[in-house]
């Protein structure tokens, strides 16, 4: 089975604690798994994707077909907010605006001496609309030269939704183009401990996280 990210698991394994009152997790499913491999020896052949809830099931007692189907091949996020309120936590859905180059181009970055080289180019942000990808080095920005310690504040003296010059190197070719600046940052989500949870609720939160 695909579980799209690592966030897609932990998903899952609040969901099982939730619905079980925290007498079934993640830990059970791969109890199981790891038994049929231990049985089967150097026969197993793994878990097929169609067959990973009806082992959960068997696992847990919970039927997650539909989620799973979900998680594994929908788009949507999940659900935070509702997921973590059964814990006692609360998730709060804000704005990426504390690092400008993620909000306004999509993109993480890290310092290589002097250089500012692009680590990861998010799916359909403005750097990648513009042509550039991991691995390129950003030489300037509207004319100016840039440094691993300026990126951002070059890019402060812009607005979202501005068009500026970009010029960049991929290995020894240089690259120049212009990219748009997102109009709107892409979501951050931050985790607090709700101080009115119920008494479930802060069981289900120590089950899970420990005291």
């Given at each position: 089975m695909r579980i799209r990210t690592h966030a897609d698991a932990r998903v899952a394994a609040r969901t099982i604690r939730d619905r079980t009152g925290g007498r079934r997790s993640l830990d059970d499913v791969m109890r199981l798994l790891w038994r049929r491999y231990k049985k089967a020896g150097a026969t197993y052949r793994g878990v097929a994707e169609d067959e990973m809830p009806a082992t959960v099931e068997e696992a847990t007692g919970v039927d997650a077909g539909r989620l799973i189907r979900a998680w594994s091949e929908g788009t949507r996020d999940?659900?935070?907010?509702a997921l973590f309120a059964p814990f006692g936590i609360i998730a709060e859905r804000g704005l990426a605006l504390d690092e400008p180059h993620f909000a306004l181009l999509g993109i993480k970055t890290r310092r290589e001496g002097a250089d500012c080289r692009i680590v990861n180019v998010f799916d359909g942000a403005p750097a990648q609309e513009a042509g550039l990808s991991g691995g390129d080095v950003i030489v300037a920005l509207g004319g100016?030269?840039?440094?691993?310690?300026?990126?951002?504040?070059l890019l402060s003296r812009y607005a979202a939704?501005?068009?500026?010059?970009m010029v960049a190197f991929r290995r020894d070719e240089l690259l120049r183009t212009e990219v748009t600046l997102a109009t709107r940052p892409p979501p951050k989500f931050t985790l607090k401990v709700d101080p009115k949870a119920n008494k479930v609720a802060q069981r289900l939160r120590r089950q899970w996280l420990g005291n």
């Open positions: 999940a659900d935070f907010a100016l030269r840039v440094r691993a310690s300026n990126l951002d504040g939704g501005d068009t500026v010059a």
